[in-house]
T-cell receptor, first 114, second 111 residues
């Protein structure tokens, strides 16, 4: 499986500010996804990060709030914009290797918004 | 929209016993299913998967059963150990790669 790292691992932010989360993979992957996991809950897909094009967002998530970049096949960023306490969650990136089906997850970024 | 749900939110078992975690899914078009284990402070860890053309798959101490007739998925853990304590999520794949996750079951293993 791929080695996936995320930065930062955790952060405490003030409302109204923005935070950019990085996801780095040690090998080229075909698909990258961003998920949110609110406290005590399951994972919800935010968007699919498409290499070289705009991300595909799920219902309830918009680009202005969660802009995503994917400049190459090993790296992606998710920005949480104009944060409010409701954005306090774990944000996770996941990847799928070409030819495989399994989706592997990074360690997550734990965000607390005050 | 359609969702994946779990029958039991919490499960407590004695060390050495077998554990069974259940999951109901509603999307008949889903073609692939995965079980993940999430320990506190970590991301979900892949345990085992199964394609929709199979009804059983075994790994090391774990078995996944798929019943498409009733849209039911289960994870069996043999000889449960304290290190198995975690939250377990089932997930179904649809629309070319997107996963829908179940609510999660917290497994607690008593020594």
């Amino acid at each position: 499986s791929a080695v996936i790292s995320q930065k930062p691992s955790r952060d405490i932010c003030q409302r109204g500010t923005s935070l950019t989360i990085q996801c780095q993979v040690d090998s080229q992957v075909t698909m990258m996804f961003w998920y949110r996991q609110q406290p005590g809950q399951s994972l919800t897909l935010i968007a699919t990060a498409n290499q070289g094009s705009e991300a595909t967002y799920e219902s309830g998530f918009v680009i202005d709030k969660f802009p995503i970049s994917r400049p190459n096949l090993t790296f992606s960023t998710l920005t949480v914009s104009n944060m409010s306490p409701e954005d306090s969650s774990i944000y996770l990136c996941s990847v799928v290797h070409g030819g495989q089906e399994t989706q592997y997850f990074g360690p997550g970024t734990r965000l607390l918004v005050l | 929209g359609e969702s994946v749900g779990l029958h039991l939110p919490t499960l407590s078992v004695q060390e050495g016993d077998n554990s069974i975690i259940n999951c109901a899914y509603s999307n008949s078009a889903s073609d692939y299913f995965i079980w993940y284990k999430q320990e506190s402070g970590k991301g979900p860890q892949f345990i085992i998967d199964i394609r929709s053309n199979m009804d059983k798959r075994q790994g090391q101490r774990v078995t996944v059963l798929l019943n498409k007739t009733v849209k039911h998925l289960s994870l069996q853990i043999a000889a449960t150990q304290p290190g198995d304590s975690a939250v377990y999520f089932c997930a179904e794949r649809y629309q070319g790669g997107k996963l829908i996750f179940g609510q999660g079951t917290e497994l607690s293993v008593k020594p």
